[in-house]
């Protein structure tokens, strides 16, 4: 297969398909959020997002599942990102003609999920003789930030928490980053989601441990802080804690046979503390993210400062995050609601930086579950 050299894109050429602006259509489908946004000269015009509640009864998401749910989403989704995008534009009229490049996620995630996206992406590409952009997630996250109109300047550290991920990412410029410090073993997003499920909460467990602790006492119980050197995380250790917390209802952190309750007195337990069970397991997690990414501000000298990823979106994150900036004279920064957990709006911001510094990729460009950036 064959691709014109895009490397060559001049930017006032006549490639550019509305009004002279880079219009870049963006298609996110690593994990089980369909997902196509579009955007022009870096202002998001469209931003769809069809979730999968096919997996809440399973307590977690069926790698088989997403991919087939994607393959029904993904005409739907791109449609109403193009229709949206048209009523923003107004009297404008964008079509698939107008769009300069095509973004997709190509890696981390769930390999069917991502091929659903990637083939999508490129026969998108091929038929309308249109350049290719692939896009590493973790990156779309933390230039989720750049969406905004306030933005960080460079260079900016950005603390990066999904489901998956948990990093903190020193970042040079929109395509230079690197991580300096990231979790030995569970992204914090995990350690939300098997807390939930502890708790008996469905899947994703994250969202409803923060509507829970809303409610809750953060200092009824104390859940141990791991001392992991350097600017590395770790969030193992806090789950066989709570495990055995909730096993003993409520007498110890540690496993010991005299302690341990039966299934009612535990279910009893949970039931009476649910709240601030959430609230304390919360304000923990928040807690060992904060406290590396001060030590990482102190490292670097760097305040402009941002977080980003699945997680972000928590509120006792959120707030502890600002204050913790106004203590320590930093410039934060959190994306919208919709830009926190996986969108396609966010590799619709990254296509136009990989664009502007023509980062193309031709149609042999495959999925890949894991890829370093
Ligand atoms: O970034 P994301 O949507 O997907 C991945 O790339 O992994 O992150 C998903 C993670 C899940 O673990 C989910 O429980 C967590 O983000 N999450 C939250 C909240 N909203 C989503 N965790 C805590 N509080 C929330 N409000
Ligand atoms: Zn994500």
């Given at each position: 297969m064959s691709q014109p050299n895009h490397e060559s894109v001049n930017l006032s050429s006549p490639f550019m398909g509305t009004g002279g602006g880079i219009c870049i259509l963006a298609i996110e489908s690593s994990c089980d959020e369909t997902s196509a946004a579009i955007c022009r000269d870096g202002k998001i015009l469209s931003n769809i997002i069809a979730g999968q509640k096919v997996h809440e009864q399973y307590g977690g998401v069926v790698p088989e599942l997403a991919s087939r749910a994607h393959i029904q989403n993904i005409i739907p989704v791109v449609d109403q990102a193009i229709k949206l995008a048209n009523e923003n534009l107004k009297p404008e009229i964008l079509n698939l003609k107008s769009i300069d490049a095509i973004a997709f996620t190509q890696s981390p995630g769930l390999i069917?999920?991502?091929?659903?996206?990637?083939?999508?992406?490129?026969?998108?590409?091929?038929?309308?003789?249109?350049?290719?952009?692939?896009?590493?997630?973790?990156?779309?996250?933390?230039?989720?930030?750049?969406?905004?109109?306030?933005?960080?300047?460079?260079?900016?550290?950005?603390?990066?928490?999904?489901?998956?991920?948990?990093?903190?990412?020193?970042?040079?410029?929109?395509?230079?980053?690197?991580?300096?410090?990231?979790?030995?073993?569970?992204?914090?997003?995990?350690?939300?989601?098997?807390?939930?499920?502890?708790?008996?909460?469905?899947?994703?467990?994250?969202?409803?441990?923060?509507?829970?602790?809303?409610?809750?006492?953060?200092?009824?119980?104390?859940?141990?802080?791991?001392?992991?050197?350097?600017?590395?995380?770790?969030?193992?250790?806090?789950?066989?804690?709570?495990?055995?917390?909730?096993?003993?209802?409520?007498?110890?952190?540690?496993?010991?046979?005299?302690?341990?309750?039966?299934?009612?007195?535990?279910?009893?337990?949970?039931?009476?503390?649910?709240?601030?069970?959430?609230?304390?397991?919360?304000?923990?997690?928040?807690?060992?993210l904060l406290n590396k990414l001060k030590k990482a501000s102190i490292e670097t000298g760097i305040k402009d400062i941002c977080i980003a990823g699945g997680v972000s979106a928590n509120s006792g994150l959120r707030k502890a995050f600002i204050q913790m900036g106004e203590k320590y004279n930093w410039n934060t920064f959190i994306p919208d609601f919709q830009y926190c957990t996986d969108n396609a709006g966010m590799i619709a911001i990254t296509g136009y930086y990989k664009f502007l510094e023509g980062q193309f990729s031709d149609l042999t460009v495959s999925a890949s579950a894991r890829a370093e950036w």
């Open positions: 069917g999920s991502l091929l659903i996206g990637t083939q999508f992406a490129k026969s998108l590409a091929l038929t309308l003789n249109k350049p290719l952009i692939a896009v590493h997630h973790m990156q779309a996250h933390v230039l989720a930030n750049l969406i905004n109109e306030s933005k960080p300047a460079f260079p900016f550290l950005c603390l990066t928490v999904s489901g998956g991920h948990t990093q903190i990412v020193l970042c040079e410029s929109p395509t230079k980053m690197k991580v300096i410090g990231e979790t030995i073993d569970d992204a914090a997003g995990e350690a939300f989601d098997k807390t939930a499920k502890l708790l008996g909460l469905p899947y994703p467990g994250g969202p409803l441990i923060d509507k829970f602790a809303k409610d809750g006492d953060a200092n009824k119980f104390q859940f141990p802080e791991p001392q992991i050197p350097g600017l590395d995380f770790s969030f193992s250790g806090l789950k066989t804690s709570i495990l055995y917390f909730l096993q003993n209802a409520g007498k110890s952190h540690v496993y010991k046979v005299e302690f341990l309750a039966t299934e009612e007195e535990k279910e009893d337990f949970i039931k009476e503390n649910l709240n601030d069970l959430c609230a304390s397991v919360q304000q923990r997690i928040v807690s060992i």
